[in-house]
């Protein structure tokens, strides 16, 4: 399924809540769903009609928690977000998010 871009390129976006026990996916779009991996101790943010890759994509991250930092990476056509805090560990967190299409 081809995506076509919204404005600015963007291809989906949103909002990832997380209280510790359950995430939640505010003013997303094209968002199918985003759970927590305790294994993989990052997000896998699952989008709408999009196979994420790096490739074709780019992620840009915002932590809300201003001593957080991010990093993204793909696994089976999902985005994966890792929130990590200062000391470099994987933790939950809130952040926001969007993906723009390579022109």
């Known amino acids: 399924m ?8 963007i291809v989906a976006m ?6 510790g026990s359950s995430v939640s996916v505010y003013r997303g779009y094209n968002v199918s769903s985003c759970v927590w991996n305790p294994t993989l101790t990052c997000y896998e943010v699952t989008l709408t009609g999009i196979e994420y890759s790096p490739i074709d994509y780019v992620a840009h991250i915002e932590p809300w928690d201003l001593n957080h930092g991010a ?11 890792a929130v990590l805090d200062s000391g470099g560990n994987a933790v939950r967190g809130t952040f926001s998010f969007t993906v723009v299409a390579f022109p």
């Not at 949103?14 to 209280?19: Q, R």
């Not at 990093?71 to 977000?81: A, F, R």
Request: proline residues 8%; glycine residues 12%; hydrophobic residues 40%.
């Open 14 to 19: 949103g909002l990832v809540s997380d209280n």
């Open 2 to 9: 081809h995506v076509v871009p919204g404005p600015n390129l």
């Open 71 to 81: 990093y993204t990476t793909n696994l089976s056509g999902m985005l994966l977000v």
